[in-house]
């Protein structure tokens, strides 16, 4: 194909004036992006190669760099837009699906910034959390259904495995694999720091990482990656996945060149093999197979450890983990559909799925109508962006969150969403030695503990404003939200009242 | 306008509470002259009063109290009443006109006992028996509502100044052993009688100051449990909190206290570990029923009553003791009006429930 | 004593620090009127083979070669910090071949030049630590 239909899609501006010629953006670029002319005496730059990822610009000693969206441009068209097009034009060269990575970018409502928070005024204080104790300690698992008392009366502690977490926020599953060993370790680090958990995703737990154990959610997936029984009994809780926000219904596909050694060793496979996860699990056909496979993790496991299932946000995701309920698991993981992904196919990512705010407002009123919302706890995932969002979330219903994009960007992810490249040259969505050396976890722990710790503190500003101390009394409490151009359904759906009302 | 039940009003007000341990019965006008102390804390929207051991006539009957929007609800209801209970006795509460008293609906009083073929028939216990009818009255037949539904107790309330309720319901001819008093000060006006306190559930009943942050959590945990909040009150979901935990959860008042104002994680991380569990235990597996936010709450049953504060203690709340006499109260005044003598005053700490109960001899006898 | 170390493990080879040192010891406030255009002579330096790179300035050895074989006294030990003065060096080389870190150079100004962690310059804190973007070169006590 000799003629070249793409025209790239960013501009490298190097300001001649400030550019020292350090050659680091030429060093830190992994995809060739810059170099240093020597008949020129100069920096030049390739923008064909750029992914706008921000390594070069953020290294940069002088800010002598930028990247911008090139102005090249289509004719105006609002329909067949430049994206559209150019979709075409890598297809009719490919015969390939388009990949993407992270989750969905399109325009569609982001129904937190839909959502408003209230807070107290004369009728009942407002709490001031530098001067009262503001908890947001949170446990996950069953609430018991009966109370039993020993002979001289006193109530025996009958509670089902469960999860403590100082901050109602979990890092969730990404596996090694899909993001590098100093991402995990950075994760794991901070987890035990902060008090919560992170999740292995389906990569298996690297033997590096069994002394985080207690901070570990082990996941269990379609492809069974790395479970064996030391893997179960290493992690505080088991998640089964069913389904990821960012590719509901497929299954994962890391290409053999990412098994090296030590991801074939965590994920229990030949070196060099596809790690091929199916779409669905071949055990679980229906959801009576469910409850056979929670109980089987629960049997491996000496029934000392709560079980997880997590699920995309579906159209009917509220009659989902209605069954799920009651499947003897204790925790339901639900995954909207601005969830990421270090590889999804690009009509999926952006097509498939609905909005955490409305699965997670429906599945908490529905378990609810049921009797049943105390069968489990309910951690949402899916574009948890900020403290904000993690109120609105748990005012609407939800236990707990689960943050990863967050998280990622905390390492210094840029979005530039090519993970599926292999090349990040931030050290997180790679494999490659000397890309992976760039996330030192000594900085990325902090930057992670430094994100849930200021978190906290907005978590605990805003409850306080409410006139709530502690978390539980914000749970499912949506007087504290008020709607705003929203319409009459979605209200209903979320459950809440419209601002002014 | 819309009344109150179809969205909720915050409120402020006062509580006042008197209660003979030694089961001597004393008329309301002692308990009237405490909350009257307190006019300023309500704002003539809304004052009642809880009286226990009222009806010894009919100690084993259930005594409803019934308001009635029209005659014709009130000729619905009483078919439904004839199906479910034996009626032995039936009639208008006495009231008093009284000039800042009005938009009065039809107040009936009804001493009811479940029939038998219906407790079979349904294999309920009895209580919640009547606790099932309660509420489907409350909650299927518009304008009519059942504000009492205990056994040898009474709610009487009204929109208006608690002391002007008071003279209204005539409380000078009723004998207690236990008052509660209760002047509300909302911030909207409520439209009709039912969202007056005190509720009651049974012989539950709950007088309570402050508005609480954590409504809509508590209200949503509730209902899942067959609760209906149809008044949207603080005072209703409270009320039906303590059922709850009391009635169909087996729990002591203590532990019951423990759950709606939880010890702070920092307390219950100092306490010895048998304790811990415990506290833990409650706090998680009820997590939903914590109550946040300002309250002050007395909670009257047969044979005792419960003080309660949240747990920072963000309303006043004051204990008085003089000889078998005990006194609660928003404030001191209100219990040195009626008592300038006590033994003993205090203020008790943010979730230390108080709870006093008649002495052993006069058990039973109430 | 704090002295500068490097981590190999995680030094990236961008080569920063030597462009934050020679800008430090430059005197100009402004990196681009300090480096643009000019070959560098920073004080640390980048070594680099295969996939291996790791940054080295002075050690501040306890027993300094470069110490003992300085012929003017231009090299002394002060507060721990081998330190030059740049008045009394003949510019004999003596310790740039002595060090075996090779840590000492020449510098236009005639005399050697080497790493005084920052001590003489605008900073006061060593600025290839206080640049290095993974951690890879610490100030501290070991």
New interface residues.
Partial sequence: MAIEYLYPQFEVLRNP????A???CE??CANEVHHFDTDLQKMVSDESKCVNCHRCVS?C??RALKITKTNHQFRENANWTGEVIEEIYRQANSGGTLLSSMGNPKNYPIYWDKMLINA?QV???S?DPLR??M?I?T?LGK??TT?ERDENG??I?N?SP?LELDIPVMFSAMSYGSISYNAHESLARASKAMGTYYNTGEGGLHEDFYKWGDNTIVQVASGRFGVEKDYLDAGAAIEIKIGQGAKPGIGGHLPGTKVASDISRTRMIPEGTDAISPAPHHDIYSIEDLRQLVYSLKEATAYKKPVIVKISAVHNVAAIASGIARSGADIIAIDGYRGGTGAAPTRIRDNVGIPIALALASVDQRL?EE?I??NVSIVVGGSIRNSADIIKAIAL?ADAVYIATAALLSLGCHLCRTCQNGKCNWGIATQR??LV??L?P??GSERLINLLTAWGHEIREMMGG?????I?????????LRGIGLNEKELEILGIKHAGE | MLKEGQY?I???CAISGIFHKDGRRTDGTEIIRSISTMHDRSNGLGGGFAAYGIYPEYADCYAFHLFYDDPSVKDICEKFLEEHFEIASMSRIPTRKHPSITDEPLIWRYFVVPRRYKLIETQLSEDEFVVRCVTRINHKFAGAYVFSSGKNCGVFKAIGFPEDVGLYYRLEEYEAYSWTAHGRYP?NTPGWWGGAHPFAMLDFTIVHN?????????R??I????YKCDLLTDTEAITYIFDYLIRR???TLE?AAHVVA?P???TIEKMPP?QK??Y?????????L?????FSIMLGFTGGVMALND??K?RSMVVGEKDEDVYIASEEAAIRVIQPELDKIWAPRGGEPVIVTLNEDAQGKE | MKRVYVNE??C?????C???CA?ANSGVDD??KA???KTIAPRIRVEESD?INFAVSCRHCDNPLCVKGCISGALSIQDGVISIDSDKCVGCYTCVLSCPYGCISTSEAGAVQKCELCTKNADGIPQCVA?C????IVFEER
């Fill in positions: 004036d400030r550019c020292i350090c050659r680091v060093r830190q290294l000693p002088t107290s009728t009942n204080p709490i009262e104790p908890e300690r446990f609430k018991p109370i006193k109530i502690p509670l469960r609810r009797g919302r105390d219903g030695p000397e050396k760039r030192n000594d900085i409410m006139g709530i101390n502690s539980e009394a914000l749970r499912g409490n949506r007087l504290m | 909720h915050p409120s402020g911030t402050g508005e609480i942050s954590s409504y809509d959590a508590n949503r945990s209902e899942m449990h067959g959860k087996g729990l532990e939880a702070f994680w920092s048998q569990a415990e833990t235990y409650l706090r998680d597996a009820f997590a939903g914590l109550i946040n936010g300002p747990r920072l963000l | 493990k995680w990236l080879g961008c080569h920063l030597e462009y934050n800008f990196m681009v480096l643009k255009g996939s640049g973007p993974n951690n890879a």
